[in-house]
């Protein structure tokens, strides 16, 4: 994507204007200040005459004429010259005004006796700020462009120091192959905000990696895994003419196709599921109950020898909906494919064990897909399925056959 400004000349910019700003004040502020400066020199001279003036009527009772010729003594405030006594009356605090010729009259009351006189001094003549303001505003004016200068060159490279990691940032998230990507993105940038930033824009990617793979396995999934139970159902329905009745085996092979199918349904879709991901600590027991309470074949039967040797404080770190579905799956495999209705459970060395006596032989690998043995109706998914949640919640699974017997052997992960 084309940028029009790159935070490294926006950074160039603001320090320029601000530079440029500062000056700008300054000068201002310098000018003003002189002037100030200069009028409280001129009030301070016509303070010191008044005071003069008072004090010699006070010793002998004379009123003396001012002794500079640019001071001037008038008897009232209507004696002044011009229509200096109506801007006095419009504002009675002010104390320097504007003469007929255009100069400046800076003015000063005296109180002797009764009488009230007003010391003017004409100040025009000695006024500098007017008469030295273009060679003052040269100056300044070459200061300003002298610092801007400075300022342009210090800015470079601090604004190219200040915009490295963000821009560092922005080569290394354009050049991220989401396929690639690992932990790890943000360990480059420093412990700042660009290091926060670093650190969310590794996790949105890796979140969104993960989504992406959730999304392509549960499509595989879909097409592949759903395949041979869907073709059963269909040759199931094409045999079923009219009011022709199945026979005990194709009815037994239509539920055991329709409840497979069922369960691959639903693991597929929460393995797909991104609230699938977070783990917790889970009372193993807990879920194995309601599980079998749940289970129509083990809460309809009555000679199903189910033995059950799990601590009931043992807690797993695991998503509560994929252990249940990992559970039902295991039970489904005991009933369904077990030589006997006997099933046992027990926890031995951080392993849980689920055994089941078996007469047929089985493959060499058990929990891959469509792995079932000689005589089962079923579609060799439910330990598949087992694999795949283990999978994800960071389990090891093994499964075996030992005289005569089948185990599932699950290597939890304890809660954290």
Not at 349 to 370: C, E, R, T
Request: hydrophobic share 45%.
């Amino acid at each position: 994507m084309k940028q029009k400004h790159s935070i490294r000349g926006r950074i160039y910019l603001l320090f320029a204007a601000f530079t440029l700003f500062t000056c700008l004040c300054y000068s201002l502020f310098l000018l003003a200040y002189s002037w100030m400066v200069e009028d409280n020199v001129f009030n301070k001279i016509v303070s010191n005459e008044a005071c003069y003036i008072a004090t010699q009527f006070k010793a002998n009772g004379d009123i003396v004429e001012p002794r500079a010729p640019f001071l001037a003594l008038y008897e009232s405030w209507a004696a002044l010259p011009g229509d200096m006594y109506q801007q006095h009356l419009k504002d009675p605090a002010r104390i320097e005004f504007t003469g007929g010729d255009g100069g400046t009259l800076h003015l000063h009351p005296i109180t002797l006796g009764d009488d009230v006189r007003i010391l003017v001094a004409d100040v025009s003549a000695f006024e500098v700020g007017g008469e030295y303001l273009p060679y003052v505003t040269l100056t300044l004016v070459g200061i300003l462009a002298l610092f801007l200068a400075l300022a342009l060159l210090i800015a470079w490279p601090l604004a190219s120091a200040a915009s490295k990691p963000l821009v560092a940032l922005k080569e290394k998230v354009e050049a991220v192959d989401l396929d690639k990507v690992e932990p790890g993105f943000a360990a480059a940038f420093p412990e700042n905000e660009i290091g926060y930033l670093a650190h969310e824009i590794e996790h949105s990617l890796l979140h969104i990696k993960a989504m992406l793979k959730r999304e392509s396995d549960f499509t595989r999934d879909v097409s592949h895994e759903l395949r041979t139970p869907t073709t059963i159902l269909k040759n199931l329905a094409q045999q079923t003419d009219g009011e022709t009745v199945l026979s005990a085996k194709q009815a037994a092979q239509l539920s055991t196709a329709v409840q497979e199918l069922e369960q691959t349904i639903d693991t597929l879709l929460a393995l797909a599921r991104e609230e699938s991901q977070v783990m917790e600590p889970v009372v193993f027991l807990n879920v194995l109950e309601n599980s079998v309470i749940r289970h129509p074949e083990l809460a309809t039967s009555d000679d199903f020898d189910l033995s059950i040797d799990i601590p009931a404080t043992l807690q797993v770190q695991a998503n509560r909906n994929l252990l249940t579905l990992l559970i039902n799956n295991l039970l489904t495999n005991a009933v369904m494919h077990g030589s006997a209705p006997s099933l046992k459970i027990f926890a031995d060395d951080h392993k849980i064990i689920f055994q089941n006596p078996v007469s047929d032989p089985l493959p060499s690998d058990p929990l891959s897909s469509h792995s079932k043995g000689s005589h089962s109706n079923g579609l060799g998914q439910g330990l598949y399925l087992v694999r795949r949640i283990c999978d994800v919640l960071g389990w090891r699974v093994e499964a075996y056959t030992t005289n005569g017997t089948f185990a599932v052997e699950l290597q939890y992960e304890p809660a954290s």
